[in-house]
Nanobody, 130 residues
Framework: QVQLVESGGGLVQAGGSLRLSCAASGRTLSTTSMGWFRQAPGKEREFVSAVSWNGGNTYYADSVKGRFTIYRDGAKNTMYLQMRSLKPEDTAVYYC???????????????????????WGQGTQVTVSS
């Protein structure tokens, strides 16, 4: 089974940037669609971004579109989330997640739903100060 470990979180001022990493072990990510979710205190976990296993499809929540970029490095078996122009409302624990099936199709509805993912990392805290 794949194990996921996030890193790269921290404290940053509004307008700053961070890059989150999600390193996988136990299975190649080359056939795994993956996503980033976040959860702020008192709120439900929400979708941030996702990438299909073939890298050809990416999806973003409206709140981060144009500011965040998701990508993957097959050689390092790692997925990334480059975050720019951060806002205080981006403050949350960020989780990476992996699908457990080889998708034959991709959609926002599929990859944007937490229930679509079977493996989760432990999360990394991102705090954006105003």
């Amino acid at each position: 089974q794949v194990q996921l470990v996030e890193s790269g979180g921290g404290l940053v001022q509004a307008g700053g940037s961070l890059r989150l990493s999600c390193a996988a072990s136990g299975r190649t990510l080359s056939t795994t669609s993956m996503g980033w979710f976040r959860q702020a205190p008192g709120k439900e976990r929400e979708f941030v971004s996702a990438v299909s296993w073939n890298g050809g499809n990416t999806y973003y929540a409206d709140s981060v579109k144009g500011r965040f970029t998701i990508y993957r490095d097959g050689a390092k078996n790692t997925m990334y989330l480059q975050m720019r122009s951060l806002k205080p409302e981006d403050t949350a624990v960020y989780y990476c997640a992996a699908r457990e099936t080889l998708d034959s199709y991709f959609s926002y509805a599929l990859l944007g739903a937490p229930r679509s993912y079977g493996r989760w990392g432990q999360g990394t805290q991102v705090t954006v100060s105003s």
